[in-house]
């Protein structure tokens, strides 16, 4: 048997896979008709290209782990509008849930579980008769939306926000999923516990009255309870855990990983369902967000100052400009319309 | 749909294309881990890994060389980070190169399998040293030019065509054994 040199292999390597050049084809072809001895390695080679298999199929794996990366990916940036991982039939997607068993355990009514580190898991059912899909509600900015779940659980969705629902939902316990913010008026069922999974914090409870305002853009996440009693663990960390009493509302800062309670007047945290835009002490950063989610246009802070502001107050049903004119009335800012989006600047008084 | 086109939908924020562009390289990708010698599990999670950077970084996302080749290397920089190892590839003498292959001696169950070119081929590259083996693999089975294998493997693309040229000899050596 001849070697050839390293080019020659290449290039018939190259002719194989198809990306040899035109030249380079009409090359080879010659070579082969002239050299025996080319030709005699150009039929070895081709044989060996032509011994390839198929990489085995992973089709199954792949949807699952890429069922698994979506969920990591939905935590980390919550999107405008869900859209899962191509439908896989068996395969259900379950949180793993930190002391769950333990926090049933100790409260027989009503159980928050938070995690800033939630982990997902892709389990595949072993009847697998539960499909993936998720039956999805979406409200855009400035809309807000009924929702009556099969169970007749009842759900106010605020505005830019999302609330899946899992196919299983029913099944052995009701689980939502939720980007933005909502209010739950949860029907009492011991047997099937209600899970409001967000991005940080995984909200469980048996039947009861509470919002959960979890926007990704936000700086806390935020879980009020007006009925029961709840048990809230971050951080996967027992000795963090609070218990919640009526009244009272966790305050979870994503920068310091810490949470304070305090008590909350109830029209504060859910005024929005009658369309009151409420600012409960809201930093500036903060009360923009809500108000571009509110009307559904850009707002932008000017001044850095601005930033370590707080704002608090209560506006019933008002138009954007009339808004920022009592704003204005009672604090030292003023505000313009810039290229489709309103602009504020101003210092704190 | 072509690499170009969906890393264009990607940059645009579409999550449809980017979980096409996921499956189109899964079983690729966890093949090339198996070559490196990653446990099943690592590969999953390196590879989901390479997905999750790619997405959070897709706004900003220039991949100036084949897509390919950007997927293939981030998978193999996060193996080597999870093994905390730097891996270095190195062309062995020849000498050291096929030490446990009688290239001369064919052996009664090769005789059996003469017809069966496949699993023959199969052996031979089992027989290849270790790097030898993995240059052979992700151009035979995957299909990447010896610039890009060059790339992803952080060698220079000479010491790539060394290891095919040597893998070729060898496998032809031991096919005419068979012949």
């Given at each position: 048997?001849?070697?050839m ?6 290039l018939?390597?190259?002719y194989?896979?198809g990306?040899?050049?035109e ?17 005699e ?8 290209w ?8 992973k ?6 782990v890429?069922?698994g ?9 919550p999107?405008?509008?869900?859209t ?6 068996g395969i259900?997607?379950?949180a ?8 049933i ?6 159980v928050?579980m ?6 997902y898991?892709v389990?595949?059912n072993?009847?697998g008769?539960?499909?993936?899909s998720?039956?999805?509600t979406?409200t855009g ?5 009924k929702?009556?779940l099969?169970?007749?659980t009842?759900v106010m ?15 052995d316990?009701?689980e ?8 739950f ?17 995984a ?5 009861t009255?509470?919002n959960?305002?979890?926007y990704q853009t ?7 309870l007006?009925q ?22 966790m305050?979870?800062s ?16 859910t005024?929005w ?17 809500k108000l ?8 932008e802070?000017?001044n850095?100052e ?25 604090s ?6 810039e290229d ?8 704190c008084n | 749909?072509e690499?170009?086109?969906l ?27 198996k ?12 590879i989901?890994?390479v ?8 706004e900003?996302?220039q ?5 390919k ?8 920089n996060?193996?080597?980070?999870l ?20 290239a ?7 005789i ?8 023959l ?6 027989e ?5 083996k ?15 294998i ?8 000479n010491t ?20």
């Amino acid at each position: 048997m001849a070697y050839m040199d390293e080019h020659h292999y290449l290039l018939i390597i190259a002719y194989l896979e198809g990306r040899s050049t035109e030249t380079e084809t009409q090359y080879l072809l010659q070579k082969v008709q002239e050299e025996p001895t080319f030709s005699e390695a150009f039929e070895d080679i081709a044989e060996i290209w032509s011994a390839r298999k198929p990489l085995p199929d992973k089709g199954g794996e792949a949807h699952d782990v890429l069922a698994g990366l979506n969920l990591k990916i939905d935590e980390l940036e919550p999107r405008e509008s869900f859209t899962h991982a191509p439908e896989t039939p068996g395969i259900k997607r379950t949180a793993t849930i930190v002391n769950l068993r333990r926090a049933i355990a100790i409260a027989a009514a009503l159980v928050i579980m938070a995690g800033a580190f939630w982990v997902y898991k892709v389990n595949r059912n072993s009847n697998g008769n539960t499909g993936a899909s998720l039956a999805e509600t979406h409200t855009g900015v400035g809309q807000k939306r009924k929702i009556k779940l099969p169970d007749g659980t009842e759900v106010m969705l605020n505005s830019s926000s999302s609330l899946q629902v899992a196919t299983a939902f029913g099944n052995d316990k009701r689980e939502v999923y939720l980007q933005g913010e909502a209010w739950f008026d949860v029907k009492r069922d011991p047997q099937k516990p209600f899970i409001v999974h967000t991005a940080q914090v995984a909200t469980q409870v048996l039947g009861t009255h509470f919002n959960v305002s979890a926007y990704q853009t936000d700086s806390n996440i935020v879980v009020s309870l007006v009925q029961g009693k709840v048990q809230v663990d971050m951080d996967n960390d027992p000795a963090k855990r609070v218990i919640l009493d009526p009244g009272k509302q966790m305050t979870y800062s994503k920068k310091s990983k810490t949470a304070k309670v305090t008590e909350f007047v109830t029209d504060d945290i859910t005024g929005w369902k009658e369309n009151k835009l409420v600012f409960d002490y809201d930093s500036w950063p903060d009360a923009a967000k809500k108000l571009s989610r509110w009307y559904g246009v850009p707002v932008e802070l000017k001044n850095g100052e601005l930033l370590r502001c707080k704002l608090k107050g209560t506006f019933d049903n008002m138009p954007l400009a009339k808004v920022l004119q009592q704003i204005s009335m009672v604090s030292d800012i003023s505000w313009k319309t810039e290229d489709k989006k309103v602009v504020i600047s101003g210092k704190c008084n | 749909m072509e690499d170009i086109d969906l890393i264009a939908r990607i940059n645009a924020n579409d999550r449809e294309a980017f979980n096409a562009l996921f499956l189109k390289y899964y079983a690729l990708l966890i093949d090339f881990c198996k070559y490196m010698g990653a446990k099943p599990e690592d590969g999953k999670d390196v590879i989901a890994d390479v997905f999750l950077d790619l997405w959070v970084k897709r706004e900003k996302l220039q991949i100036n060389s084949s897509l390919k080749s950007y997927l293939y290397g981030a998978v193999r920089n996060k193996l080597f980070t999870l093994s905390g190892k730097a891996m270095q590839m190195q062309l062995l003498p020849e000498e050291h190169a096929y030490n446990h292959a009688a290239a001369d001696e064919l052996r009664p169950d090769e005789i059996l399998l003469r017809k069966d070119r496949k699993m023959l081929i199969e052996r031979f590259i089992n027989e290849l040293p270790e790097q030898g083996k993995v240059i052979f693999l992700m151009s035979w089975q995957h299909q990447l030019d010896h610039h890009e294998i060059a790339q992803i493997l952080n060698i220079s693309p000479n010491t790539v065509k060394t290891h095919l040229y040597r893998a070729l000899n060898y496998f032809r050596k031991r096919i005419l054994f068979v012949k």
